[in-house]
């Protein structure tokens, strides 16, 4: 998996497919993150104690699920290969 800093150059290309391709790769990138780190909270690991409720974790991955699901459903009917 490529990491944010990686997703920059293709964030400035002029060619929106090449954008589009960076927006959800860095989605995918922040969307793993939080689920890795929702899954060590409920095994007991995490090394800090969250700011927000659970409740909010759980309102934002489900967002970015539907977001991510969007991105997906706009790269077929664009012809935008991920």
């Known amino acids: 998996?490529?990491?944010l800093k990686e997703t920059v150059e293709m964030?400035?290309?002029a060619d929106y497919k090449?954008?589009?391709?960076a927006?959800?790769?860095q989605l995918v990138i922040r969307y793993t993150g939080l689920k890795n780190m929702l899954e060590k909270w409920d095994k007991g690991e995490l090394n800090?104690?969250?700011t927000c409720p659970r409740s909010t974790y759980n309102m934002q991955i489900k967002a970015m699920t539907d977001y991510i699901a969007?991105?997906?459903?706009?790269?077929v009917m664009?012809?935008?290969e991920l």
């Open 18 to 21: 090449e954008r589009f391709i």
């Open 48 to 50: 800090f104690k969250p």
């Open 23 to 25: 927006e959800y790769e």
């Open 11 to 13: 964030m400035n290309s």
């Open 78 to 80: 664009e012809n935008v």
């Open 1 to 3: 998996m490529k990491t």
């Open 70 to 75: 969007v991105l997906e459903a706009r790269a």
